[in-house]
C-alpha cells in the first residue's frame, strides 16, 4: 500500500533530512511555487514544457538539499538558462516586434502559458527570499521571459490577434 501521508507535518513542520523545518520558511514557499508552476505547465500539455517541468524538480531537489544543509549534486545551471535564451531567439525570429503591452488571454492555450508566466515570476519572488542560488535565480527569470514568447508564438500560430490595453 502507498503511504500517502506521515501525519508528521500536522503540526506546521516538516522533516527535511534531520532537520525540521517550518511549512512558512521561505524555502517551503519555493518548493511549493515550483511545484504549482510544474503541475500548471503539465495543464498545458505543449511540447517544449516538459524538458522545464523537469527542469524545476532539479531546481526542487537544489533547494531541498539546501534546506536540508546537505551539499546539493543536482542542480540548476547556466546552460539550462542559455537553453531558453536559444528558444526565446528562436521564437522572436517568429512572431511580429512587439510594439505594446498585451492583453493575456488570445487564445485558451496563450491565456495558459502567461498564467505559466506569472506563477514563473512568483517562484522567482520566492527564490530571492529563499536566498536561492544565483543559477536559479536567472533561469527564474529568463523562464518567464521564455513562457510569455511561447505565449505569443501560440497566438501566432493560431492566428489569433493580439489585443493591447487602451488605457482608458
Known amino acids: 500500500m502507498t503511504i500517502y501521508y506521515t501525519g508528521r507535518g500536522d503540526k506546521g513542520k516538516s522533516e527535511m533530512g534531520e532537520k525540521k523545518i517550518a511549512k512558512d520558511h521561505p524555502l517551503f514557499e519555493l518548493l511549493g511555487t515550483l511545484d504549482e508552476l510544474s503541475s500548471w505547465l503539465g495543464v498545458c500539455r505543449y511540447k517544449k514544457l ?20 546537505r551539499r ?10 542559455e537553453r531558453l535564451q536559444r528558444e526565446i531567439m528562436a521564437i522572436d525570429k517568429v512572431v511580429p516586434q ?16 502567461d498564467y505559466a508566466r506569472a506563477l514563473a515570476r512568483r517562484a522567482e519572488r520566492a527564490a530571492v527570499r529563499a536566498k536561492a542560488s544565483p543559477e536559479l535565480l536567472q533561469y527564474l527569470n529568463r523562464l518567464s521571459s521564455m513562457l510569455f ?9 493560431l492566428k489569433f490577434k493580439e489585443e493591447n490595453p487602451k488605457y482608458r
Not at 522545464?52 to 544543509?69: C, S, T
Not at 546539493?72 to 538558462?81: C, D, F
Open 50 to 69: 516538459k524538458q522545464i517541468q523537469e527542469d524545476l524538480f532539479i531546481a526542487q531537489a537544489e533547494i531541498g538539499m539546501k534546506a536540508m544543509g
Open 98 to 113: 512587439i510594439k505594446k503591452f498585451i492583453i493575456p488571454g488570445a487564445s485558451e492555450l496563450s491565456a495558459k502559458l
Open 149 to 157: 514568447a511561447l505565449a505569443r508564438l501560440v497566438n501566432f500560430r
Open 72 to 81: 546539493y549534486t543536482l542542480r540548476v545551471t547556466r546552460s539550462m538558462t
